[in-house]
């Protein structure tokens, strides 16, 4: 674990050391370093579950690919926000880098964590770099209310969050994780005990987010300059589905009867979502949108508590933080040209930029659910474990299905065929850069395909 | 206690000419105000500690026992520090003064009654100070919400706080020192920017940008950390207060005390 935490650390003196012409260069190439020395994480040897163990970090077959996927995002953030940061001042640069970086140790240390308070403390420290980055350099005057919005609705979620771990500490006397997986099941019954129960989950399902409570997502995305997109996109979203597949195991006898009404919301909230896509004008609020509606579908999947619901949920996570990246890039290859995000004034790009075309192309029909990407490996799993749980819930799992093949299409329609209108065509050729980027997000997505054990070795 | 009172006194007089320094009519007006409301708890602790020592026979600083007494000598305390229901003087006063002067009265001026408070801790009635507490931690939050001038702000700011020391108090009040310590470091630290910038609005705090950009960033950090968010220090005591009120099983305080920092963390974000 150290040797992935130290190198992170110590890209912040390379970017502040390096003259200024190399600073992106070398923060790429120690950043691809380090996420390829993190793919060693991926060997689990332990019969436990749990190797790589320092006193208060571990890694298992649960945190493992997330971890993975964290690193590996970080040089693709920084590679992403190359274009729009060149025209400031170097050392502005220089701390945009340094909170991405500071942004990617606190994460490594929440996924990794053992003790569930210092994977609390974690959580919320990844707030405060991704607020600084989104009010700092994101791109309109909107960007103070959504990064208020960001962090009001997640903290007050959190707070209960700290005060039901302390509680649990007073009772149990440890938050290990390793140790309480271990623990009788607690007799709770009463209703100060239901309000403990909602009070653990409140914020990872603020964080996933739930249908009602996720208000703050598309504000937040669409102010977020692009890095900030990717990571919240990618892997905030994921911290929120971890601490509930972590904290569910303390929770266990009261969740059948209290989970009700959040696996309807859950749901429901896959069919809105999806159809506020299908109307969407702006590409990163559809793209948003799209995020709650994959995150709805793995909120049921963890509320219900059975394994494939679990490998279902681990396995849309990842697929969905590459692939909803990936969208977000493409999005900003956009809005780099255009600088509007507006769906209609991008019509028609395959005519200019074809090999664009192509990664919208499988962008999208990742977004869809097309076998044999992992994408649909979660999606079925969690909706045949959804349906064994109890059949009407096909109604909305097919219904959302459906729609999301419809917004995904219709964003694929929207930004490549047709008509191109002329003022598109003095638009830029698509930079290597971008290319690159885009390849690196979609790769492992097909990869992956080959080799699916590495995401669900939790429950297998 | 005839002691601590003659120190408290002295402590007012010596610091009301330093108030007084401006010769603006709101410096005057803060002077008054704040020699009133003083003048009036350490004439409450003077009652307190004599009624005490008429029924109990004992001038004993800890030994203070009679019920009536104890009430009577936690809220002079209270009223001295500022916190609510009594703390209606202390934005006002605070505006009234120039920084450094506002630094001393939130920082030193606490240590002394914060230091007959701890002496008096064990006596002194659970419900009270839980009332304090929890009315101070929200009054701070609310009340600061419509704030744009800074030290009326940190005023609100200051009240909150207190209203954290006083809630651990009848249960460690090691927690209470510790948040005082940390509580003065941070406000130390942001009277002090503030000095350097000589900002007195939030307006002017705005355009500080690119005069100091390693002061503005410190400044930020030292507002978060004001308003509790790990990992900064400022979450320590917070969080600590909050296991040891979950140790006691009193859940339901924990959390009205952690939204309350919810709302102070509103008026620091801006």
């Known amino acids: 674990m150290l040797k992935i935490l130290i190198p992170t650390l110590m890209l912040i003196p390379t970017t502040w050391l390096t003259p200024k012409s190399w600073v992106w260069t070398t923060t790429t190439a120690q950043s691809l370093a380090i996420a390829l020395l993190s793919l060693t994480w991926l060997k689990w040897t332990s019969e436990t579950g749990w190797s790589t163990s320092g006193p208060y970090m571990a890694t298992d077959p649960l945190s493992t690919p997330l971890l993975v996927l964290t690193c590996w995002l970080l040089p693709l953030m920084i590679l992403a926000s190359q274009n729009h940061i060149s025209p400031e001042p170097i050392n502005r640069q220089r701390s945009y880098i340094t909170l991405l970086i500071l942004l990617q140790t606190f994460l490594i240390m929440a996924f990794g964590a053992t003790e569930i308070i210092m994977f609390y403390i974690m959580f919320e420290a990844t707030l405060i770099p991704t607020l600084i980055i ?60 239901k309000i403990w129960w909602v009070g653990c989950l409140l914020a990872f399902l603020v964080k996933m987010p739930l249908y009602g409570v996720h208000l703050w997502l598309p504000k937040a995305h669409v102010e977020a300059p692009i890095a900030g997109s990717m990571v919240l996109a990618a892997v905030l979203l994921k911290l929120g589905g971890y601490g509930m597949m972590r904290i569910t195991i303390m929770l266990d006898p009261l969740t059948k009867e209290l989970a009700y009404p959040f696996i309807i919301l859950a749901l429901w909230g896959i069919i809105m979502t999806g159809s506020i896509c299908l109307r969407q004008t702006d590409l990163k609020s559809l793209i948003a949108y799209s995020s709650v509606s994959h995150m709805g579908l793995v909120a049921g999947g963890i509320l219900i508590q059975t394994p494939w619901g679990f490998t279902g949920a681990i396995i849309l996570m990842i697929a969905h933080g590459l692939v909803s990246s990936a969208l977000f890039c493409l999005a900003n290859t956009n809005y780099e040209r255009t600088h509007s995000r507006t769906l209609l004034l991008t019509r028609g790009l395959q005519m200019i930029l074809p090999l664009m075309a192509t990664w919208w192309f499988i962008a999208n029909l990742a977004n869809l659910a097309l076998p044999p990407l992992p994408n649909l490996m979660g999606e079925l799993a969690i909706i045949t474990s959804l349906f064994s749980w109890s059949p009407w819930t096909i109604v909305s799992t097919g219904l959302g299905t459906l729609i999301t093949a419809g917004y995904s299409l219709y964003m694929f329609l929207m930004t490549q065929r047709g008509p191109t209108p002329l003022h598109t065509i003095s638009l830029h050729p698509s930079h290597t850069r971008e290319h690159l980027l885009m390849a690196m997000h979609l790769i492992p997505v097909l990869l992956l395909v080959l080799k699916p054990e590495l995401m669900w070795g939790v429950c297998h | 206690w005839i002691l601590a009172w003659m120190g408290l006194e002295i402590n007012t007089m010596a610091i009301i000419p330093l108030m007084a320094q401006q010769h603006h009519p709101r410096a005057t007006e803060a002077t008054t105000k704040y020699f009133l409301t003083q003048a009036t708890a350490a004439a409450m602790i003077l ?40 703390h209606f003087w202390l934005p006002e006063v605070l505006q009234g003064l120039n920084l450094t002067t506002g630094l001393v009265l939130s920082t030193w001026q606490k240590l002394a009654p914060f230091a007959l408070i701890l002496q008096i ?146 008026f620091y974000l801006r």
């Open chain 2, 121 to 266: 801790s064990q006596n002194t009635n659970p419900a009270l100070l839980t009332t304090l507490g929890v009315m101070s931690a929200l009054v701070g939050g609310w009340g600061g919400l419509n704030q744009t001038q800074l030290r009326k702000l940190l005023a609100y700011s200051s009240i909150a706080h207190l209203g954290w020391m006083i809630i651990i108090l009848q249960f460690m009040p090691a927690l209470t020192l510790l948040n005082l310590t940390i509580y003065i470091t941070m406000t130390s630290t942001m009277f002090l920017s503030l000095k350097i910038m000589t900002s007195t609005k939030i307006n002017s705090l705005a355009l500080a940008w690119p005069k100091t950009p390693t002061l503005t960033t410190l400044i930020m950090l030292s507002l978060l950390s004001l308003g509790g968010l790990p990992p900064l220090t400022g979450f320590m005591p917070k969080w600590l207060i909050l296991q040891e009120l979950a140790k006691q099983d009193l859940p339901i305080t924990a959390t009205i005390m952690a939204m309350s920092a919810l709302l102070s963390l509103f």
């Open chain 1, 134 to 193: 989104i009010t700092r350099w994101g791109n309109q005057t909107e960007r103070l209310n959504a990064g208020t919005y960001f962090l009001f609705y997640t903290l007050a979620g959190s707070l209960p969050l700290l005060v039901a771990l302390l509680m649990t500490q007073k009772d149990m006397g440890t938050l290990s994780m390793l140790i309480i997986q271990h623990t009788k099941p607690t007799n709770l019954l009463s209703w100060g005990d």
């Open chain 2, 47 to 86: 009652f307190a500690s004599t009624m005490n020592a008429w029924t109990m026979g004992d001038w004993n600083i800890n030994q203070i026992s009679h019920p009536l007494a104890t009430t009577t000598v936690t809220l002079a305390l209270a009223l001295k520090i500022g916190l609510a229901p009594m």
